[in-house]
């Protein structure tokens, strides 16, 4: 019987800073000793993206930053920083601004119909785990729906609760609609809180 013992590291406190900084440094172990090459990131505002491009060298990783759908916040047409969108492109960063894969036309419905779409229980299966668990596997689903990493790669998707970055996850990823092709490997880092 083979088994297989790595450490996964659990967050105790909300550390918006100390928790991204960490979560990025491991992941980039990770990702370097496992010969992960895409690591896909969550990031609302620019903070994360800004922390991963201090962590994670652009040209030696296939970084994919996630933001959230145009029009998230009430009034405003989106929250991430353009500077930082522009000089993510120019450093060879890809950047996805779309529907959310388990959100879009199912977080209508919920809203329409009073009822729980599959995209609503799945999403709120996956916050059984934390927040980030949840976006972890949208933004993987996200970044093979766009063609920045292929169906049957392992990625690292690195998310959060609220602000900054408390999650990372291995995924075999996959394309929005072949859903449940998609693997959760392993816990890399998760809040408690």
């Not at 450093?91 to 779409?117: M, N, W």
């Not at 990823?173 to 072949?178: E, L, Q």
Request: net charge neutral.
């Amino acid at each position: 019987m083979m088994m297989l013992e790595e450490k996964t590291v659990y967050f105790e406190k909300f550390d918006e800073e100390k928790n991204t900084v960490k979560v990025l440094e491991l992941v980039r172990e990770y990702a370097e000793k496992n010969n992960i090459r895409s690591i896909v990131i969550a990031s609302t505002r620019g903070f994360v993206a800004e922390k991963a491009l201090e962590i994670l060298d652009p040209e030696r990783f296939n970084i994919i930053i996630v933001t959230h759908v145009s029009w998230f916040r009430e009034g405003v047409k989106q929250e991430f920083n353009e500077d930082l969108h522009s000089n993510l492109i120019e450093r060879g960063v890809k950047v996805i601004t779309a529907a959310h894969a388990l959100g879009g036309i199912c977080s209508a419905v919920d809203k329409k119909y009073g009822g729980l779409s599959p995209g609503g229980l799945i999403a709120n299966v996956l916050r059984t785990f934390c927040e980030g668990m949840k976006v972890a596997v949208e933004i993987a689903l996200m970044a093979t729906d766009a063609g920045y990493v292929k169906p049957g790669e392992d990625v690292i998707a690195v998310a959060g609760t609220g602000r900054g970055a408390d999650t990372a996850v291995l995924i075999t990823a996959t394309v929005s609609r072949r859903f449940f092709d998609l693997r959760v490997k392993k816990i890399l880092a998760k809040p408690i809180y």
